[in-house]
């Protein structure tokens, strides 16, 4: 982030901001740049044409790259919305004089091209939201992705028709919505949006849920269970998920319906039949690819399926034989001048990257399994402090065993692990007296790790991940305390 320029619009920018402060990343602000529609950018002999489209995100752009033998033209999530005038409009007039350049190849995203529709209107949620929202004897919530701000323009309009205000419940989206430029070129006040809390005082108020994937399905969780501080689904309410699963989370989304359906809350939940994501379905991609008449097409982010189904759209719009690509992550892809389309023999080395909502790619394969280790066998952890002049023990050893196995003082193998740790203690300090030099505590601390996986594998037959902190203390504050592992003390002591 500090070494690479990043080019966006201006609510993108506040996202960005938004999310690094709240994961606590440093970042040099000076790195954003602020980019609008019809911005031409330099890079030595290319440059980067901005053109606006159709998407779920206000002021969305697609690319225009301009290279010594031919324009390539690259288009993420869109659609052909002919009617849409407004901060969500295609400036097709822009797209029109950008294909009169010589397209070489165009880019496209297929994730949805087996839709064999234009995806609009399929892609609106007024008529589903439209009679509730009228309905001011019940309090409405829309749970919706934070992505999703084309549906959050929607309910806007259809609670400001019906003379209702709204809440927002979604860190980012708030802080999408404070932005005045975006209210403005919507057509809304700053006044038509209310506090979670002041949506708590009134039925006629409209709340709406956003957050990521993951980050909407717990915040809708957390309600459903009464964990909220601030929101209680009641039978007063009605309920509406007006964002359909994408693919792979088809499970979580049927889940969390599954707790929903357990509130008293009225649920209504939307599905793909009854709304379409705002990306580019068959006929959309069929459009574009005519309208830009590149000689080249190359579908991108869809299952195979869908790069078949984008290609058969290409084909029809009049993309010729052999000068269509489909090709995998770490592929090369090499076009000729006149559109010739071949993959090379040579790969850029690339693979799927784990991402947990904070690291993109920065979990290794080290982490991964020792995550899967924690699942299956659990962990233990260990505790002792030693003097640090005479590295004796000053404190009982503390043991904290999770998944692993129930321990209790006359556990054998409780006592067993105990034992070795004591003993693995004792010829460190006879070390340490023997020559302070071969003293060390990283030694100590990974024999202590060895010795208690050994004792746990065999006899428990688990490996759990061992943790072992020995810390280094002034002993004159502490009175030196070896539990005993003698029955009768034991026995005695409980009986104290």
Not at 53 to 69: C, D, K, Q, R
Request: glycine residues 6%.
């Amino acid at each position: 982030m500090n070494n690479v320029n990043v080019y966006c619009n201006e609510l993108v920018a506040v996202v960005i901001k938004q999310n690094l402060l709240r994961m606590r990343v440093r970042s040099n602000d000076s790195r954003i740049k602020i980019i609008k529609a019809e911005d031409v950018l330099k890079f030595g002999k290319v440059s980067v044409e901005i053109f606006q489209t159709t998407a779920s995100y206000p002021e969305t752009f697609g690319y225009a790259i301009h290279t010594p033998i031919g324009t390539i033209v690259y288009m993420g999530d869109y659609v052909i919305d002919g009617s849409e005038q407004s901060y969500f409009s295609t400036n097709m007039k822009h797209i029109n004089e950008i294909a009169t350049k010589d397209v070489l190849a165009f880019i496209s995203d297929s994730e949805n091209a087996s839709r064999l529709d234009y995806t609009v209107p399929h892609h609106r949620i007024e008529k589903f939201i439209s009679a509730p929202m009228k309905d001011k004897q019940k309090r409405l919530i829309i749970g919706i992705f934070e992505e999703d701000v084309f549906k959050l323009f929607e309910v806007l309009s259809q609670a400001k028709e019906a003379g209702r205000k709204v809440a927002i419940y979604g860190r980012t989206l708030q802080k999408v919505i404070e932005n005045t430029t975006l209210l403005k070129n919507l057509g809304f006040e700053k006044n038509q949006i209310i506090s979670v809390e002041e949506f708590n005082k009134n039925n006629d108020n409209v709340l709406v849920i956003a957050g990521t994937v993951e980050g909407l399905y717990s915040q809708l969780a957390k309600i459903a269970n009464g964990n909220d501080d601030l929101v209680e689904f009641t039978e007063n309410d009605t309920l509406i998920i007006a964002t359909p699963p994408a693919a792979g989370i088809e499970k979580k989304h049927a889940e969390i319906l599954d707790e929903l359906a357990r509130t008293n809350a009225k649920l209504i939940a939307l599905s793909d039949k009854n709304i379409w994501s705002m990306k580019a379905s068959f006929e959309d991609i069929k459009f574009m690819t005519r309208i830009l008449s590149p000689k080249a097409f190359v579908p991108i982010k869809g299952l195979f399926k869908d790069l078949l189904q984008a290609e058969r759209a290409a084909k029809e719009a009049g993309v010729r034989e052999g000068h269509t690509a489909l090709i995998d992550n770490g592929q090369i892809l090499k076009i000729t001048k006149d559109g010739d389309c071949i993959i090379a023999r040579e790969e850029i080395k690339a693979s799927d990257a784990y991402i947990d909502g904070i690291g993109v790619g920065d979990i290794g394969s080290v982490v991964l399994n020792e995550r899967r280790q924690l699942a299956t066998d659990g962990a233990v952890i260990i505790g002792a402090n030693i003097d640090v002049k005479t590295k004796e023990l000053v404190s009982l050893v503390d043991m904290q065993m999770r998944g692993v196995i129930y321990i209790q003082d006359e556990n054998p193998i409780f006592k067993a692990i105990h034992k070795q740790i004591n003993d693995i203690l004792d010829k460190g300090v006879a070390t340490f007296k023997e020559d302070p030099r071969k003293f060390d505590i990283n030694d100590i601390r990974k024999e202590i790790i060895s010795k208690v996986r050994t004792i746990i594998k065999k006899d428990a037959g688990k490996q759990p991940i061992v943790l072992a902190v020995i810390n280094e203390i002034d002993g004159n504050y502490f009175e030196p305390k070896k539990r005993s592992f003698d029955n009768k003390s034991n026995n005695q002591s409980k009986g104290n």
